[in-house]
């Protein structure tokens, strides 16, 4: 029986991030979701093909002083997310993950669905920056993409 986009993007996320098994990551499940959505409605964003979900993205605006302790190894990335609260001023976008079934890659739906969330991101709150874990060089690349088409400086997360 084929799996579904669903499915197969579950695996992909798994693969990727391995996030069951390092708690240092953020683990988005329907708590994190639920707060994801308070903080805007934009930080998650999904390409359906009717089929199922075939791209996700995943992005946390937070503030200048969280990034800067996530991007020097202080804090976590559960701990980014703990320590950004809804009532606050964003200034930075941490672009959190973006995942593309292999049959949709390389045709731009990442860059645009990313694009477009922090653009709505930024009718709300004065963005000044956008940071990055990079898992992959496919992400660090759409990372850069970004950071270039919005005009906004990129800062990366070097691994412990």
Known sequence: MTKSNFERMLELAEQAFDYRNDPQQLNVNEATQKKLQQLHPSTLSEYNDGNGPAVWIVLIPTT???????LHNKITEQQLFDETN????????????????PEYRGKGIAKKLTRDAIENIRKQH????????PFSEAGSLLADNIANTTGLPLYKRQSN
Do not use: G, P, R
Request: net charge negative; with cysteine; hydrophobic share 65%.
């Open 64 to 70: 200048l002083k969280v990034m800067e302790l996530f």
């Open 86 to 101: 809804v009532d606050q001023s964003f200034e930075a976008v941490y672009l959190c993950s973006a995942m593309t079934l």
């Open 126 to 133: 004065a963005i000044k920056a956008l940071f990055v874990w």
